[in-house]
């Protein structure tokens, strides 16, 4: 009985004295993609994996798939493609080069670019962000009628570059039956589609919190919506810091 007690008192005072594990460090994942092309499934498919499994140590992975529309003419026109995903990538060739832009791409907190669906080379580079300094953001979205209000907690300037807050809404758990082009007869599944991106202000010296509102359209649903929102260098293209929240009801 006496050791039967003290093993009690033992696991009760192991317990008590136990820390919990640090926060994952976030980290921004754009995969640059579209349903026209014959390459982009498997990388669809680790987005999917690496936010579903977040399988890298100390690291939150926030995705966003942005669906370009350069391949748009080859026969299937992707829904969830837009001119300004396709202008992003582009805006990133100047920083990566001028053959960088191809998909499926994914960047790596604006400061790593790779194809797309290999997954030792995105996991490494992955880890490899989560290692170096983030700014701390915190984001509350709620929808109210057709818009998203999204509060953000954002930290003071670092001072150096000029950083902006860029928000945008995603969405899961999407899916298309594609009828033709590359992926004819194939059904898609998709994660984190980014339906809509907003720049706002930049940091300013002081932390602050502010409001901002994106508009949502009735032909996005309801369902798995989210609001994404990171610091990003105007100049170097580097994510400093990023958060995601659901937008709740």
Known sequence: MFMRLAAMVLVIVSTSGATAPPPRVPVLVELFTSEGCSSCPSADALLEALQRDQPVGEVEVIPIGLH???????????????AAFTERQQDYARKFGPDSVYTPQIVVDGTDAMVGNDRPLVTR??????????????????AAA??????????AAPGGE???V?????????????????NKGRTLH???????????DALAADARSVDTQIRLLPAWGQAHLN???????????????????????
């Open 125 to 142: 580079q992955i880890a490899a962000a989560g290692r170096r300094p983030h700014l701390p953001v915190h984001v509350i979205a709620r």
């Open 190 to 200: 998709h994660v984190a589609v980014a339906r809509k991106i907003q720049a706002l």
């Open 162 to 164: 000029k950083i902006q």
């Open 227 to 249: 609001a994404v929102v990171w610091l990003q260098g105007v100049k170097s293209r580097k994510v400093y810091g990023v958060a995601i929240a659901p937008l709740v009801r």
């Open 166 to 182: 860029v928000a945008a809404i995603t969405q899961d758990d999407l899916t298309t039956a594609v009828p033709r082009g590359e």
């Open 146 to 155: 057709d818009t998203a209000r999204i509060t953000i907690d954002l930290p």
């Open 68 to 82: 370009v529309d350069y391949f748009n003419y080859l026969g299937w026109n992707d829904s969830f493609s837009a």
